[in-house]
């Protein structure tokens, strides 16, 4: 199903049924969808099951840059390191660990390991390991430590909080690596009726109450 099957759905389910004067648009549908999809996501994963491909995005062909390793301009050191020409869209967070599935070279063999940025630097510092290529994510870009080669582009996947964010990425024949309109929301399917109950039984009560507290706010400061 599509985002906006999804939207539908869930608009059925509750038929708008508050005040006129309190509507959900499809935004505010579609940010509820994706608020409890990351919550579903990190409690299957938070319960030692691997992490499902109906989850996973592409980023297609992510470009990189030589930038130096220092964080500030001012204070260069001299050495460099890849890291992402563009902002990544922000992984799913599941206890610490950013959900990154995978990052490779273009012919698709060529794993790169992702850990996280500590252990990327320390990885970066040991005689034998520091050989392999390392990536970590820091502030929304992906970095890739022990590349001594010229490295300019590379695949990346994972799961994202806001999958709409994936369609400011291309595919190698350029085009964009998730259209909302026609492509499926990466979620099973069993849990497109838990996120629609959800909704309707908690989510959506709170989310009203807190419109709701806003107008009245608004009408007693009048």
């Given at each position: 199903m599509t985002i906006q099957e999804?939207?539908?759905n869930v608009r059925m389910e509750i038929k708008d049924f508050k005040s006129d004067d309190i509507k959900l648009s499809d935004r505010n549908i579609e940010f509820l969808i994706n608020f409890l999809r990351a919550k579903l996501i990190r409690q299957d994963i938070q319960k030692n099951r691997?992490?499902?491909?109906?989850?996973?995005?592409?980023?297609?062909?992510?470009?990189?840059?030589?930038?130096?390793?220092?964080?500030?301009?001012?204070?260069?050191?001299?050495?460099?390191?890849l890291r992402s020409v563009k902002e990544l869209p922000?992984?799913?967070?599941?206890?610490?660990?950013?959900?990154?599935?995978?990052?490779y070279g273009l012919d698709g063999g060529n794993r790169i390991d992702f850990k996280s940025e500590a252990q990327a630097i320390k990885n970066s510092w040991t005689k034998y390991a520091s050989k392999r290529l390392v990536a970590y994510?820091?502030?929304?870009r992906l970095y890739i430590v022990n590349c001594f080669n010229e490295?300019?582009?590379?695949?990346?996947?994972?799961?994202?909080?806001?999958?709409?964010?994936?369609?400011?990425?291309k595919k190698k024949d350029g085009e964009p690596c998730y259209d909302p309109n026609t492509d499926r929301y990466p979620v099973p399917a069993h849990m497109v009726d838990m996120i629609n109950s959800m909704i309707k039984r908690q989510e959506l009560d709170l989310y009203f109450k807190l419109i709701e507290d806003k107008v009245n706010d608004g009408q007693n400061n009048a």
């Open positions: 999804l939207i539908y691997s992490v499902s491909s109906s989850y996973e995005q592409s980023l297609g062909i992510v470009e990189l840059e030589s930038v130096d390793k220092s964080e500030d301009s001012n204070f260069p050191t001299g050495t460099t390191i922000t992984p799913i967070d599941v206890n610490g660990s950013m959900m990154i599935t995978g990052v994510y820091s502030s929304n490295l300019q582009y590379i695949k990346l996947d994972g799961v994202f909080e806001n999958p709409r964010d994936v369609s400011g990425f």
